[in-house]
């Protein structure tokens, strides 16, 4: 398993890095996550455990370790984290079954000569 702490800071370490060599894409990126800060109506916890879904279906990890942090620092349970990420796995799968399905389209085009 990942060292979750060291990973993390050196992550943030190599951040830092990025920020000297291009920081309008590192401020562009804080002012993302920023923008869906400025409404309330989700909360701060809630948004984490959507990021933290997200992060898994993306293959993240460092937007794992990042925001299973910041899940836990807006008091959401192991209960609740699981729950999250119980959704991304199945929509994970939902994913996966409809690609099946798109790729059980281009072989029945492919067998009947009509690939674009």
Request: net charge neutral; charged share 20%; aromatic share 4%.
């Amino acid at each position: 398993m990942i060292d979750w702490n060291s990973y993390h800071q050196t992550l943030l370490g190599r951040i830092g890095e990025m920020g000297k060599l291009s920081p309008d894409t590192v401020r562009g990126y804080k002012m993302l996550g920023a923008a869906g800060e400025t409404s309330s109506v989700l909360g701060l916890k809630v948004r984490e455990l959507i990021a933290l879904a997200v992060a898994i279906t993306s293959r993240c990890d460092g937007c794992i370790v990042v925001h299973a942090e910041a899940a836990l620092k807006q008091g959401a349970t192991p209960e609740e984290i699981s729950e999250a990420l119980g959704v991304a796995v199945a929509l994970n799968a939902g994913a996966a079954l409809v690609y099946s399905a798109r790729a059980l389209d281009a072989v029945a085009a492919k067998a009947a000569g009509d690939v674009k």
